[in-house]
């Protein structure tokens, strides 16, 4: 293959479905013996995402090359940078093209022609890129609370995955996209080094899902090893009577930063997730069972994890399967206390009065923004996808960071130009 290198996109999203897209990401995929696993998926007409239709070896094209959500006009990366393209000159051979459709209605009567335009280049520049997910892990342990004007969520680069993860001489952020969907209001990428925040990376106090334009910064940013970054989203729930929670639907959630950076290293996605047991002690359940036979007090397995099979001989697209994660939760039978003896984790969730006891409130909105996480650490190396999910983690510590005062310059010639006499107020007399 002749060396070539990604160097930008444009979507092209026909008018008459442009309601129904959400984003369109441009996977690579990196897996050992590629052109057998993947050559013979090129002329297939896809399947759905997530689903137990979806062949296994799909699930090892996971690193972002290009990604669009509502609002964007596509996007150049700058004349110096370049994403390489070919296993044999360090990128992929082999991509997966994923579209998010919304259409909660179930209307038939669209034809999709979502494509995108993606412009290369066959002369080399002075660094090839690569990309980083950095926040909240898509899980619906991330839980929203409802009917509160600011709700927050974090999500941790852990600089135990950064200490391994990323070259000693550093890695540099050059611009991303943030992305939550329609809750959030506003977030923040901040870097922390040596025990001290420095100031945000990225930063978007009125977000709004319907722009979301991948920026790139003015001042690059060089991250070292045993650096820690936090994505931290702000949500408005004041109209919701129900929690929300993280997931892949438009009506769930994400808190994510979309990176780019530089030179390509093996590092793509660095996470976290908040600790299970946690939120079982913020809602007072001291035990429960899982389907009613099993206990399984604190683990988490499963949660996460959604069943895909291999199902290599796949027939024409066939009815779509609701892959809400939050449903793992009406799995999880309460056992103690007495109280909540027998009732699903969903069933109290969903209980209009818990979120209105102001003590379980405080303590779950602790426990989503600063409570224990457990770090998930994503590498490429020799052609293999590496996933690290770590013990938990302690929230850090650090010293926060405080930006320099504002400089109010004086309008010299404002002071001074005389005041029209004719516009000078004058004062009321008694009799007035």
Not at 17 to 30: G, K, M, P, S
Not at 179 to 187: D, M, N, R
Not at 289 to 305: L, P
Request: glycine share 6%; proline share 6%.
């Amino acid at each position: 293959m002749k060396h070539s290198f990604y160097i930008g996109f444009k979507p092209n999203i026909p008018d008459r479905t442009a309601a129904f897209v959400h984003h369109l990401v441009v996977y690579e995929c990196r897996l050992e013996d590629s052109s057998n696993k993947l050559e013979k998926w090129l002329n297939h007409q896809g399947r759905q995402c997530f689903s137990p239709n979806m062949p296994t070896s799909w699930a090892a094209c996971a690193t972002p090359i290009v990604a669009w959500a509502v609002g964007s006009d596509g996007v150049f990366l700058p004349s110096h940078l370049a994403t390489p393209v070919g296993e044999e000159h360090g990128g992929s051979t082999y991509f997966l093209f994923e579209v998010h459709y919304d259409n909660p209605n179930k209307l038939s009567a669209y034809m999709d022609g979502t494509k995108l335009l993606v412009y290369y280049t066959h002369t080399a520049r002075e660094f090839n890129t690569g990309g980083i997910i950095i926040g909240s892990s898509v899980t619906p342990l991330q839980i929203i609370g409802p009917a509160i004007g600011t709700w927050q969520s974090t999500g941790v680069c852990d600089a135990d995955c950064t200490k391994t993860d990323i070259p000693k001489e550093g890695i540099t952020l050059v611009g991303g996209m943030l992305h939550t969907h329609l809750l959030g209001q506003a977030i923040k990428l901040q870097h922390i080094r040596d025990g001290k925040e420095l100031p945000p990376i990225l930063e978007d106090e009125h977000y709004d899902f319907n722009y979301q334009q991948e920026r790139f910064m003015k001042q690059e940013r060089l991250i070292l090893p045993g650096d820690t970054m936090i994505v931290t989203c702000s949500y408005n729930t004041s109209h919701k009577v129900l929690p929300s929670f993280g997931g892949l639907r438009t009506t769930e959630e994400m808190c994510l930063a979309f990176m780019v950076y530089y030179p390509r290293a093996e590092i793509w996605a660095c996470m976290s997730e908040p600790n299970f047991d946690g939120i079982l002690e913020s809602l007072g359940i001291e035990d429960y069972e899982k389907d009613s036979k099993n206990k399984t007090k604190g683990d988490k397995k499963g949660v996460n994890d959604v069943e895909v099979k291999e199902g290599e001989e796949i027939d024409e697209m066939q009815n779509l399967v609701d892959i809400s994660m939050a449903k793992v939760f009406e799995k999880m039978t309460i056992t103690k206390p007495f109280a909540l003896k027998n009732m699903t984790l969903m069933r109290l969730l969903r209980e209009r009065s818990l979120w209105r006891d102001e003590k379980v409130v405080s303590a779950m909105q602790e426990h989503m923004v600063r409570g224990k996480y457990r770090p998930l650490c994503l590498t490429n190396r020799d052609g293999k996808m590496h996933y690290a999910k770590l013990a938990e983690h302690e929230y850090p510590k650090y010293e926060p960071y405080v930006p320099p005062p504002t400089k109010c310059i004086k309008n010299v010639a404002s002071a001074e130009r005389p005041v029209n006499p004719k516009l000078q107020l004058k004062p009321k007399s008694e009799g007035d």
